[in-house]
């Protein structure tokens, strides 16, 4: 069993900019594909970005793609998410999750375990 702790989360105002952190209780981190997903009130969960086990190969959702950025450092575990030009349509809990399976991976299928996530609020 991995558990998965975010942090990072907060308020922001528009424009502005975020890091998350993702920290796996693991010795064996760099076997894990890893993603981030987020779920706005009212809203079903979507995949924002995912990079694979050795964080050489990156994915991101078309709404956050070039804003966002995803990696990882196998050596001390976490993986980031920054977060830049964030808008208030940027805000929702965000989730950490992490899979066997060869990422990266834009599906919530393929992931085996998830954190308890991060708020993020932006303000206009």
């Known amino acids: 069993q991995v558990q998965l702790v975010e942090s990072g989360g907060g308020l922001v105002q528009a424009g502005g900019s975020l890091r998350l952190s993702c920290a796996a209780s693991t010795s064996t981190f760099s076997s894990y594909a890893m993603g981030w997903f987020r779920q706005a009130p009212g809203k079903e969960r979507e995949f924002v970005a995912a990079?694979?086990?050795?964080?050489?190969?990156?994915y991101y959702a078309n709404s956050v793609k070039c804003r966002f950025t995803i990696s990882r450092d196998n050596a001390k575990n976490p993986v980031y998410l920054k977060l830049n030009s964030l808008t208030p349509e940027d805000m929702a809990v965000y989730y950490c999750a992490a899979g066997r399976k060869p990422g990266p991976d834009g599906r919530g299928s393929a992931y085996d375990y998830w954190g308890q996530g991060t708020q993020v609020t932006v303000s206009s």
């Open positions: 990079i694979n086990q050795y964080g050489g190969v990156t």
